[in-house]
Structures are given as C-alpha cells and as structure tokens.
C-alpha cells in the first residue's frame, strides 16, 4: 500500500500554523496548509504567502520506535553539543539525517493567473488549485504549470466532472474533496465514494489521487479500498488527546491493511 497519510493545518495565524507543524515535524516532512477565503468558501484562513519564507523548518529523522523522543526544543533555544557544538533539537542516538518540510497549498481562494506565482515558494512541494473560483481558469493554470510545482486540481461535491474533464491532461492529479470548502471538522459526504471511484478510472497511471475532508477512524479503511496516494487529515489528528501519538495510529492502519 502505497497511501501517505498528510497532515492538514487549517489555521488562523502564522503563529498557530508554527504550532502545529512543530507537533508532527519529527514524523513528518510533509504538510498541507488550507487556505481559505469567504468570498469562496464562507470561511477564512491564514493567507498570507509572504509567511512561508519565515517557515525554514527542518525534521528529524529517525528510527520509528524512537521517534517520540525526538522533541524539538522552543526555537530560539538553541542547547550545547557534548562536543560544544549547537543545536535545535534535544536527540538521541537513533538520528539519521534531518531533512526540509515541505508544503501542499490547498488555495480554496479566488485567484487571478498571476497571483499563483506569490504561492510558488521554495519550500511547496504541491499546489491545488480550485479552478471554479477564477473567473481565468485556463490562464490559472497555464501560469501555475510554469512554476514547475506538482499542480493537483481540487474536486468540491458541488462541482461537475464535466468542468474539470477538460484540465485532466494538464495536472498531477485530482484532490476530492470530501465535505465542501471550508473549515476543518466538518462530516463526510457519502456521495464521495461515488466519485472517488470514478475519478479512479479516468486519471492516468502517472497521475495521483488524493483524498481530503471529513477522514477520521470510523472511515479510513473504506476509503483505503480506493487506493488514494494521499489522504489529508486535519481535525482528526488535531483536534486529539494526543496529536504525534494518534497521526502514528493512523499510520500503522494504513501499515497493516490489507
């Protein structure tokens, strides 16, 4: 099973998205950020792009059975090597490597073809675009492909096949949206079954399949059946006792299905 499940920050502050990264940085080197605007979604987020140059965070990678140990300390403590050297991190000896976090953009936002170049950051992996809310779709996308970016198209429930079929040829692939744009928490729509299953026999075998909104315990594994690459998970993980502990949980389901 090839399923990577992304952690999924839906925030108000740069402050919070900070916060929320440093929860999961050490299991994770990859992260989706939600940007919403009312005028599209009803709802708003943090939006503003100029904050993922302040965002140079690193990972620890390490031995998963010692991950947990693995804490970050408060960013400007920095401790003391044995060695005298600096360091941001309290670790052991399990450590291998530390490597960059990187972002999806899930731009629930109106956008005019030129302004997805502010969002192609040095440090995002992947941009998802809702192609419904330009009133440019076309030259949205023509723009977005020059970044050289993972370009997905976002799929809401309201939102027919028939407008998206023609962008198909042109993308990395589709993220279905599972409850409509907006704010974390919200409930599963059943009819997304349907579409995750159709939109499975239309996309080409170099082109990725993701899954975001209303994923939780009760029904990851019948979405495990469509065989996503990626499944977003905000409120789920988050909104936990336990973030690090309940985001390995889920991992280890995905592990163990069959």
């Keep these: 099973m090839k399923t990577k499940i992304i952690p999924a920050i839906n925030a108000q502050s740069f402050e919070e998205i900070k916060e929320k990264v ?11 950020l939600d940007v919403a605007e009312k005028s599209f979604t009803g709802y708003e987020t943090w939006r503003n792009y100029n904050d993922l140059d302040r965002l140079e965070l ?31 991190f309290a670790i052991n000896n399990s450590v291998r490597s530390s490597s960059r ?9 109106p956008l005019k073809p030129q302004e997805i ?3 192609a950051k040095e440090n995002v992996k992947r941009l998802i675009l809702h192609l419904e809310a330009s009133s440019n779709p076309d030259g949205l996308l023509k723009l977005a492909k020059k970044t050289k970016k993972e370009i997905f198209i976002g799929w809401s429930p309201k939102i027919t096949f028939d407008f ?16 409509n744009p907006g704010r974390a928490g919200q409930s599963f729509l059943e009819d997304t079954y ?27 594994r019948q ?24 985001y390995l949980g889920f991992i280890e389901i ?5």
Excluded: C
């Design 22 to 32: 440093n929860i999961l940085k050490d299991s994770t080197q990859n992260f989706h």
């Design 194 to 220: 349907n579409r995750l299953a159709f939109i499975k026999k239309k996309l080409k075998k170099n082109q990725k399949l993701m899954i975001d909104g209303g994923i939780n315990q009760q029904n990851l």
């Design 164 to 179: 998206i079929k023609k962008y198909l040829d042109f993308v990395n692939g589709v993220l279905i949206l599972g409850v």
């Design 101 to 109: 976090i990187v972002f999806d953009i899930h731009l629930m936002i």
């Design 117 to 119: 170049l502010k969002w």
């Design 254 to 258: 995905i592990k163990n299905y069959k």
């Design 58 to 88: 690193t990972r620890i990678d390490a031995n998963y059975g010692n991950n947990r140990e693995l804490m970050p300390t408060d960013d400007n403590d920095v401790g003391n090597g044995s060695d005298g050297s600096s360091h941001k």
């Design 223 to 246: 979405i495990l059946t469509y065989e996503p690459d990626f499944i977003i998970m905000a409120s789920a993980i988050y909104n936990t006792e336990d973030p690090f502990k309940t």
